[in-house]
């Protein structure tokens, strides 16, 4: 069964930055479609990047020129790199992934099989 370990979250002042990974187990992460998903207290779960099995990325209007997401298939790991961090960037931050597809931005979470725990995302003004 695929298993997704996220990691990376903490706490930045605004203009700040922050790494998250997601470690992929029991599956070859080159095989699947993945994406970073975040909640905010309130608020509904929104995709923020995805890649697809082509290793195509696309990324939310929100996130776009400050988040970067990549994959290293030799460390089975998915990562984002979020840089220029702002306060509505606070969330929870999801992992997700779903078998092989051409999509890179499958919004629905409906659409992915597997999801990590969460790592919380803070970022001060």
């Known amino acids: 069964e695929v298993q997704l370990l996220e990691s990376g979250g903490g706490s930045v002042q605004a203009g700040g930055s922050l790494r998250l990974s997601c470690a992929v187990s029991?599956?070859?992460?080159?095989?699947?479609?993945m994406a970073w998903f975040r909640q905010a207290p309130g608020k509904e779960r929104e995709r923020v990047a995805g890649?697809?099995?082509?290793?195509?990325?696309g990324h939310a209007d929100s996130v776009r020129g400050r988040f970067t997401l990549s994959k290293d298939n030799a460390k089975n790991t998915l990562y984002l790199q979020m840089n220029s961090l702002k306060p509505e960037d606070t969330a929870m931050y999801y992992c997700?992934?779903?078998?092989?597809?051409?999509?890179?931005?499958?919004?629905?979470?409906?659409?992915?099989?597997?999801w990590g725990q969460g790592t919380q995302v803070t970022v001060s003004s």
């Open positions: 997700a992934a779903r078998p092989p597809c051409y999509a890179y931005d499958l919004e629905d979470t409906s659409d992915y099989n597997y």
């Open positions: 029991g599956a070859t992460s080159n095989r699947y479609c």
């Open positions: 890649i697809n099995t082509l290793g195509v990325a």
